[in-house]
């Protein structure tokens, strides 16, 4: 070897030097380090970041903090102490564009300043704030655009490459570290990580407990603190465990070599709920931490986020509300397949009737059953709940109806499975996006007939699925009417005031009238069995009314029976 170095000629030398200070000197421009400690600010607890990078040599530089972000508005709040020591340079924070703008020398390589990270809020971190930054004595859960800044000419893009390094320091021996990108270390080098994966990531530390497992010899970590009421942490490994292996076998892909769920109990007297966040190598949730939350929820959560990864992820909408049919509803119908198909937690055949026949019960009672699927829109989605769920609804029935005919028509041989292999393949291989034209050519492969006019009327145009036709034609069996969740009444655009009231209902009977203002509440969304309790103001005078949204309707569901469960495809 030694003498092969010596026989190259000295221009080829200088050449490869040339070639690896360039190289250098491109890590060190994309190069990004973080120096995290603990801190206090006006005697609370803080997150102290250092930050260090390339200054632009325009002699301006402007670092990116989200000032509203992820349904959050005025996150600047949550920074203070913006400062540096360097000479001639001036820090001016302009909140309203979410940008720290920093003038200084056009000769300065490097820009070194501080600045410190603190909740906002004065609760505990117990209620469900979990976009916002949660800094408590003993743990913090910040998301990556709440705790990082970003200097602009490292991250004009989404798909821009950095270098980053963070370094966790003055932190307790005992004081877990744990993130998107890694467990149980101080020192973190993160190369060439594209902007959107950095900021789209989740931060922990302090009094978590961390499990591990591991999966093909990936390892998936599990985070948790706090004492929980409805499970044990081993419980929720086993069905993280189990969800993710059947999940990776199912798509073939057990690429991904590092994955952690976070979970952060929050406080809640009555009722349940969840809240899940699909992140970079990661998925963070804030479940209520009381007797009313369930494990089979926790299963459905879990089902239902990581089958993201490929439905909606891998496999991208070309117009991202006009698909939520695919993304949301497909996804909600694999949710309750592959947990009946591997019996998750023991769930089985019976779960997935009952869980069918509620996404039936709830699309056919929803006030916007009918609305065609260009309403389900930007707007309407994020601000309305029905219209939020309604691509759930329909979509689900529509991967059903799709599962049982492509079944149907190759006598056997196919299922909706394989029409989504298809369509991760595509995905992958040609980078295809969802549209309705390529969505139905891809289908009609695997059927006898088109389903296009199908797809127009029930899909584009809204129109209800003749669910008892499609039961008959099958063989289900299955009985025609059913009681079914009725609110009774609907909120104005303020959330609060009561708009309409079904003179019909329980509510009516119950003393609900239209124009009262609502002060509390507790709805079971769904649920026919508990009753709906709400604190409410009519005139001056205050009042509480209970009664069960319940009544009978017109709508098909199929019975838990051994022919039914033998005729599902995914048994055959």
């Known amino acids: 070897?030694?003498?092969?170095?010596?026989?190259?000629?000295?221009?080829?030398?200088?050449?490869?030097?040339?070639?690896?200070?360039?190289?250098?000197?491109?890590?060190?421009?994309?190069?990004?380090?973080?120096?995290?400690?603990?801190?206090?600010?006006?005697?609370?607890?803080?997150?102290?970041?250092?930050?260090?990078?390339?200054?632009?040599?325009?002699?301006?530089?402007?670092?990116?903090?989200?000032?509203?972000?992820?349904?959050?508005?005025?996150?600047?709040?949550?920074?203070?102490?913006?400062?540096?020591?360097?000479?001639?340079?001036?820090?001016?924070?302009?909140?309203?564009?979410?940008?720290?703008?920093?003038?200084?020398?056009?000769?300065?390589?490097?820009?070194?300043?501080?600045?410190?990270?603190?909740?906002?809020?004065?609760?505990?971190?117990?209620?469900?704030?979990?976009?916002?930054?949660?800094?408590?004595?003993?743990?913090?859960?910040?998301?990556?655009?709440?705790?990082?800044?970003?200097?602009?000419?490292?991250?004009?893009e989404a798909d821009n490459l950095m270098n980053v390094e963070l370094r966790w320091e003055n932190f307790p021996e005992d004081y877990v570290i744990h993130n998107s990108f890694g467990t149980s270390s101080k020192k973190q080098h993160l190369n060439n990580v594209p902007l959107s994966e950095f900021h789209q990531a989740i931060f922990i530390g302090g009094d978590f407990r961390i499990h591990s497992d591991e999966i093909r010899g990936n390892n998936i970590y599990l985070a948790s603190r706090g004492d929980w009421v409805p499970f044990k942490d081993t419980t929720v490994m086993k069905i993280l465990s189990r969800t993710i292996e059947v999940q990776r076998d199912f798509w073939k892909d057990h690429s991904q070599q590092y994955f952690t769920v976070t979970m952060r109990p929050i406080k809640q007297e009555r009722g349940s709920s969840f809240q899940g966040t699909g992140l970079t190598n990661s998925f963070a949730t804030s479940i209520s931490n009381n007797s009313y939350t369930d494990v089979e929820q926790l299963v459905y959560l879990f089902n239902h986020e990581l089958q993201h990864n490929w439905i909606g992820h891998a496999i991208e909408n070309s117009n991202e509300e006009e698909q939520y049919w695919f993304s949301e509803g497909f996804t909600e119908y694999y949710t309750i397949k592959n947990i009946a198909k591997h019996r998750i937690h023991q769930l089985d055949e019976s779960y997935f009737i009952t869980q069918?026949?509620?996404?039936?019960?709830?699309?056919?009672?929803?006030?916007?059953?009918?609305?065609?699927n260009s309403q389900i829109n930007y707007d309407n989605f994020w601000s309305d709940r029905d219209y939020s769920k309604l691509p759930y609804y329909r979509g689900a029935i529509f991967a059903f109806y799709l599962d049982q005919l492509i079944h149907a028509d190759s006598e056997g041989k196919n299922n909706l499975d394989d029409l989504m292999h298809d369509l991760l393949k595509g995905a992958v291989e040609e980078h295809k996006k969802i549209t309705h034209k390529y969505f139905i050519a891809t289908v009609n492969k695997y059927l006898n007939g088109d389903i296009g006019t199908f797809f127009k009327d029930h899909i584009e145009n809204g129109k209800l699925f003749p669910l008892e036709d499609v039961f008959m034609n099958i063989g289900f069996e299955y009985c025609p009417t059913t009681e079914v969740f009725d609110l009774g009444f609907r909120l104005a655009e303020d959330q609060r005031q009561i708009s309409w009231v079904d003179k019909e209902s329980a509510a009516y009977k119950a003393g609900l009238r239209e124009g009262d203002q609502l002060g509390?509440?507790?709805?079971?969304?769904?649920?026919?069995?508990?009753?709906?309790?709400?604190?409410?103001?009519?005139?001056?005078?205050?009042?509480?009314?209970s009664y069960l949204p319940a009544k009978m309707a017109k709508v098909p569901q199929l019975l838990t029976s051994e022919k039914n469960i033998e005729l599902l495809s995914f048994r055959r």
């Not at 069918?356 to 065609?372: D, G, Q």
Request: one cysteine or more; aromatic letters at 10%.
């Open 520 to 545: 509390s509440r507790s709805i079971y969304y769904g649920n026919t069995e508990n009753p709906v309790e709400l604190g409410l103001l009519q005139g001056k005078t205050q009042k509480n009314i």
């Open 1 to 156: 070897m030694t003498k092969f170095i010596h026989r190259i000629p000295k221009i080829f030398l200088a050449l490869l030097l040339v070639l690896f200070l360039t190289q250098c000197q491109e890590d060190r421009d994309s190069k990004l380090a973080y120096k995290i400690g603990l801190a206090t600010l006006e005697g609370k607890p803080a997150l102290d970041i250092q930050m260090k990078f390339n200054a632009h040599p325009s002699g301006i530089t402007k670092v990116l903090y989200d000032n509203d972000a992820w349904g959050e508005k005025d996150l600047f709040n949550c920074i203070a102490e913006v400062r540096t020591e360097q000479p001639g340079v001036k820090i001016d924070i302009k909140k309203d564009s979410s940008w720290l703008e920093i003038t200084h020398p056009k000769e300065l390589k490097q820009i070194d300043f501080h600045y410190k990270v603190q909740q906002d809020f004065e609760e505990k971190g117990e209620r469900g704030e979990s976009y916002r930054p949660i800094i408590q004595e003993d743990y913090f859960h910040v998301f990556s655009h709440n705790l990082f800044m970003i200097p602009e000419h490292l991250g004009k």
């Open 356 to 372: 069918l026949n509620e996404i039936i019960r709830n699309l056919y009672t929803s006030p916007v059953k009918e609305a065609p």
